[in-house]
Structure formats: C-alpha cells, structure tokens
C-alpha cells in the first residue's frame, strides 16, 4: 500500500494524559499535513512541513501540541495533557509541489481520539 | 470571518435530479480551488479542481468566479452513489488548504 499511513486509527485516553499520532505520508511527497476535524465540520488545518521545516501552525494548535518531522519523511503529532475538547478526528496529508502539480491532497484515514 | 464558507444542507434529492452547492471565499489572494467529497467515516478525496473558465467531468461541472469570490459545483442526474459530504478548498501561495465545513447530499431512490 502505497498511500499514506496512519496510527493507531483510534486511541482512546484519560484527561490529562499524552498521546501521539504518527503519519507516513506518500514516499516521493515533500509536504505534509495536519488537520483536525470534529463531526459536522470540515478538517481545520493545524500544521504543515516541506521537507523536515515546519512552516506554519495554525492558532488552533497550542502549546499543549507539538509536531515534528524530522528526517523529511515521517510525521508524529503529540498532545500534551489531554482535555476532552481535543476529542477529534486528526488527519494528516501529503501532496508534491513539483510539477505536474494538481495540488492534490492525499488524506490517511485518520486517527481518531477520544479523551474521556 | 472563516476562509471559505459552505451551505452545510442537507440537501435529500431524488435520482436523476440536478443539484447545485455553493461556496464562498474571503481572501482574494486565493489561487487553487477544489471539490473534495468525504464518504462517511472515511478521508476527503479530491473531486475535482476548479479552474476559472469552468470544468466539467462527466456529471459534475465546477465553475469559479473570482470576482464575486465564489465556487460552485453542479452534480447533473444524480446517483444514488453520490451521496457523501461536499468539501469547498482553497489554496493560497500554495501552502496552507482551507476546507469550508462541507455540505450534506443525500440521493433518495
């Protein structure tokens, strides 16, 4: 499976404690992605890399979160101190910016987290 | 003010009916747009991109007005399969992706 990978799909914690995702995006995809999406509402973008430099992060992600992606290739996103508001759908993507560049995004499934 | 907003619907349609969703976009310096679909439980897709003279791909017609700032999508004799969440996207500087909420379709038989 060539796509792009997620894990774990779900993960279910307690208030209060740490969880991390990690994304493999697509093997030749220089840019990498992470949203949020809650029930009812389209994914709210949270960070994106080129390579391995985080380039921008989105107000929605505070200080309790962190993103990384070291070698250029694969992605974790941890939450610190988990609150049941973080309760979500997190999606990463990847997509190329070299032509021909459709500017396609390729969603995981996401990995989805409910904080009790 | 949110970077794209959606109708969220639902829109219920017969088969074979013609239904049109509308979006719009707040910042003019946008350069990419897109249709995404999203099935239940499942990741966004991409449906189609949105050029300025108007697209179409088979049943679907994208058209984008820049002036006006607004998107549409046009989903002629509608199949049951096409019921799903429609995603508005745009692309500005060729960074970050701003998805609008999405809008409901559900095709009746």
């Known amino acids: 499976d060539t796509g792009v990978s997620q894990n774990p799909r779900h993960k279910i914690t307690k208030r209060g404690q740490n969880v991390t995702f990690r994304c493999d995006p697509i093997?030749?995809?220089?840019?990498l992605y992470w949203y949020r999406q809650t029930l009812g509402q389209g994914p709210e973008f949270l960070t994106y890399?080129?390579?391995?430099?985080?380039?921008?992060k989105s107000r929605l992600l505070s200080d309790r979160f962190s993103a990384e992606r070291p070698k250029g290739s694969f992605s974790t996103l941890e939450i610190q101190r988990t609150e049941q508001g973080d309760s979500a759908m997190y999606l990463c993507?990847?997509?190329?910016?070299?032509?021909?560049?459709?500017?396609?995004?390729?969603f995981g499934e996401g990995s989805r987290l409910t904080v009790l | 003010r949110k970077e794209v907003e959606q109708d969220p619907g639902p829109f219920n349609v017969p088969e074979g009916a013609t239904v049109a969703f509308n979006c719009t976009y707040s910042n003019s310096a946008s350069q990419s747009f897109f249709w995404y679909r999203q099935d239940c439980r499942k990741e966004p897709k991409l449906l189609m991109s949105v050029y300025s003279s108007g697209n179409e791909d088979g049943r679907f017609t994208a058209q984008l007005n820049r002036a006006s700032q607004y998107i549409s999508l046009l989903i002629r004799d509608s199949k049951l399969s096409d019921s799903a969440t429609y995603l508005c996207v745009v692309n500005r500087l060729g960074n970050q992706f701003y998805f609008g909420t999405g809008t409901s379709l559900t095709v009746i038989p």
């Open positions: 993507a990847s997509s190329v910016d070299r032509a021909p560049n459709t500017g396609e995004l390729f």
């Open positions: 093997s030749e995809h220089n840019r």
């Open positions: 890399f080129q390579n391995e430099a985080q380039l921008e």
